[in-house]
């Protein structure tokens, strides 16, 4: 696959976006900034990026808990001030300071998430069907971890995406572990995408730290949905850096000492996807020195403007639930 | 007026309203050949694309509206039995009700779940429950519970053109009953409750399948002892016309809440309670209820001491009333199932 100097710069800009606000997030938190909790996604940066880089404004994306959807959200352009003041609990947040930790913007093709694991992968079979009625070709992507795999309606959404034909693509982030489990200790497959094999939807298990890798898995996936092929299913082999949610120890069951093996941690840890990216364009001479320190600076400023913004921006009001809760 | 049977009723409204907005589909298993019988020429009509035959997915069926209508459609879902919407709980309780207020407000999830009720067929725990204090206890929802042909007919079209999520509880028992239904296209507004009869000496508040029931024994106790029973029938539960019980209730100081659902946590409690918080004053009874008692509902022979009788509610109308020998119904007013 052709990449571009441009494409190339783009990935790498809002991964590194990613990374910042995630940073953000765990310094406001722990500065008592934050009025809920955050379950940060630092390693897996690559594959809402380079998903998201094939999407118009019209594709829907259903994202997912990890990192509360901001390697999604974020390049699919929600901006960082609506997601930060929505965690701050604020009027001004991209869910009106009424969601706590998502968000909502139909413009941008973002729906929104809930609270369960798996939850919204039968609405995107849903906006699947949708968009297949509609025939303007638009293409709808239902984000889930391994966890959602161990829940039916990712298998009720994928039989009727896969009956049906729709436009629906299964972005699954295998990072290993659902919470504190890890996907061995309740899975009989290393890989997820088996599952889609009983359902007749191609599948790709993709390096998830490698976001050209990505980049071109999705290619095939978008133009399968966009020409009413129907459904794929991409996982994602991946990792987070950091605990479940931040603020406890990173634990995991039935391991030595309750944690995750600190051996594997590391090893995953030297794969970080914008180290390796960042390494690559230097070499291949798309990005400088300067430019690296340059897009870094960008990103620190565009976080500390968000915080601003958040920490100035009004409280909700509850004379709104009325008005929220129903439509006229 | 013409007659025309309560499946009709809803199959006429879904045809209407398929044809007046091409975003309308319906979606459910078995929905182009439904079992109780209100699909007709709908398959014919509008073709395998508006008309989807799903497989045994509860949750896809009820998750997959949601997401059609957060992405600007308005989708029929259609249940076989009521009973069967738990299976898609987190997509009927969390997600259809709950996903606007969470997003402030920023999305309208327009969708309706058709949702056959009721028992007296003796099906058993799983196939003959009335779903409203499921749902009711959950904001976000509206739930409509039609009594007849006309206000089937009228409010599930009101259902389809709400920008929210309706549950429409229609019951499997009045899908053979007939009505007078107009010619006319109309629609019924929500939270508009409609006085079935015309009473002075209690207040009977009565949904569902238990109109029709109550209205007969409200007919025996004018004739046999000269007590006057006004029946309101709310149409929707949310919103509830909260109003029209409350001025009927200080007309007659006496009120009795007749559903078909589990007596604890049911609908009785529910508008029991807010007659006792705003008219307390005016009664000189405790209000009563009328409604399953608290088991699972037992299947064929079993069922009648379950879910409430004609008896019962003769039996509630004499102790509000003082009468301390109530009306004996002595078989003359029955239930009847579908099976």
């Given at each position: 696959m052709e990449f571009t100097n441009e494409i190339l710069v783009k990935l790498y800009t809002q991964m590194v976006r990613v990374r910042k606000l995630d940073e953000k997030m765990i310094e406001c938190l722990f500065a008592g900034k934050l009025r809920t909790f955050f379950h940060s996604g630092q390693g897996q940066e690559a594959p809402g990026v380079a998903l998201c880089a094939?999407?118009?404004?019209?594709d829907i994306v259903f994202y997912n808990h990890r990192s509360h959807g901001l390697n999604k959200c974020l390049p699919k352009g929600m901006p960082a001030k609506q997601i930060l003041a929505e965690h701050f609990g604020r009027?001004?947040?991209?869910?009106?300071?009424?969601a706590g930790f998502h968000y909502a913007d139909l413009n941008l093709g973002l729906p929104g998430m809930g609270?369960?694991?798996?939850?919204e992968l039968t609405l995107a079979a849903g906006a699947g069907i949708a968009c297949q009625l509609r025939g303007k070709g638009q293409v709808v992507v239902s984000c889930f971890g391994d966890?959602?795999?161990?829940?039916?309606p990712l298998h009720e959404g994928m039989l009727m995406a896969a009956a049906w034909k729709l436009p629906v693509i299964w972005f699954c982030?295998?990072?290993?572990?659902?919470q504190w489990t890890r996907v061995n200790v309740t899975h009989?497959?290393?890989?997820?995408?088996?599952?889609a094999q009983g359902y007749g939807i191609p599948a790709a298990i993709v390096d998830g730290q490698d976001v050209m890798a990505v980049y071109e898995a999705v290619a095939p996936a978008v133009e399968r949905a966009r020409s009413g092929k129907g459904p794929t299913f991409l996982e994602m082999k991946t990792y987070r850096?950091?605990?479940?949610?931040?603020?406890?120890?990173d634990f995991s069951v039935q391991t030595e000492g309750g944690v995750r093996p600190p051996t594997e941690t590391e090893e995953w840890m030297k794969r970080d996807p914008i180290r390796l990216f960042k390494n690559t364009l230097m070499e291949k001479g798309v990005l400088t020195q300067d430019d690296v320190e340059r897009i870094d600076k960008e990103a620190d400023q565009e976080m500390a403007d968000a915080e601003c913004f958040s920490a100035e921006s009004p409280w909700p009001d509850p004379k709104d639930f009325d008005k929220a809760l129903y439509a006229d | 007026m013409r007659q025309i049977l309560y499946n009709a009723a809803i199959n006429e409204a879904m045809h209407e309203e398929m044809e007046r907005d091409e975003t309308v589909y319906l979606i459910g298993e078995e929905c182009s050949q439904c079992a109780w019988g209100t699909s007709n020429g709908l398959i014919q009509k509008f073709g395998a694309q508006r008309i989807r035959d799903s497989a045994i997915s509860e949750a896809a069926i009820i998750g997959s509206s949601v997401g059609a209508a957060l992405a600007g459609y308005r989708p029929i879902s259609y249940m076989m039995?009521?009973?069967?919407m738990m299976c898609g709980a987190d997509e009927l309780?969390?997600?259809?009700?709950k996903w606007r207020f969470a997003h402030g407000g920023k999305v309208k999830i327009p969708l309706v779940i058709r949702a056959p009720i009721g028992g007296y067929?003796?099906?058993?725990a799983e196939h003959s429950q009335c779903m409203e204090s499921w749902v009711w206890r959950t904001p976000g929802l509206k739930i409509a519970i039609p009594s007849n042909p006309h206000d089937a007919k009228g409010l599930l079209k009101t259902a389809i053109r709400d920008d929210n999520p309706v549950v429409f509880l229609e019951h499997k028992n009045l899908m053979g009953i007939e009505g007078p239904v107009p010619e006319e296209t109309y629609t019924i507004p929500f939270g508009k409750a409609d006085i079935k009869r015309e009473g002075t000496d209690v207040t009977i508040v009565a949904t569902g399948y238990l109109v029709s029931v109550t209205l007969q024994v409200a007919n025996l106790l004018q004739e046999e002892k000269g007590v006057s029973v006004e029946v309101i029938d709310p149409?929707?539960?949310?919103?509830?016309?909260l109003e029209t019980i409350l001025a009927s209730v200080k007309k007659t100081k006496g009120a009795i809440i007749v559903d078909e659902?589990?007596?604890?946590?049911?609908p009785g409690a529910e508008i029991g309670m807010q007659i006792m918080e705003n008219a307390f004053d005016y009664l000189d009874a405790p209000v009563k209820r009328v409604a399953a008692?608290?088991?699972?509902?037992?299947?064929?022979?079993?069922?009648q001491f379950v879910l409430p009788q004609p008896q019962d509610i003769a039996n509630a109308v004499a102790e509000v009333t003082g009468d301390s020998e109530p009306l004996d119904i002595a078989g003359r007013v029955t239930t009847k199932g579908v099976f």
């Open positions: 094939h999407l118009n404004d019209d009027a001004t947040g991209g869910g009106n300071g009424f609270g369960m694991v798996a939850g966890g959602a795999t161990g829940r039916g982030e295998n990072n290993l572990y659902a009989p497959k290393e890989d997820l995408a088996d599952f850096f950091r605990p479940h949610a931040e603020g406890f120890p | 039995f009521a009973d069967f309780l969390y997600k259809a009700a067929s003796g099906i058993g149409r929707t539960l949310e919103p509830l016309d659902d589990t007596m604890r946590c049911g008692k608290n088991y699972p509902i037992a299947g064929a022979y079993l069922e």
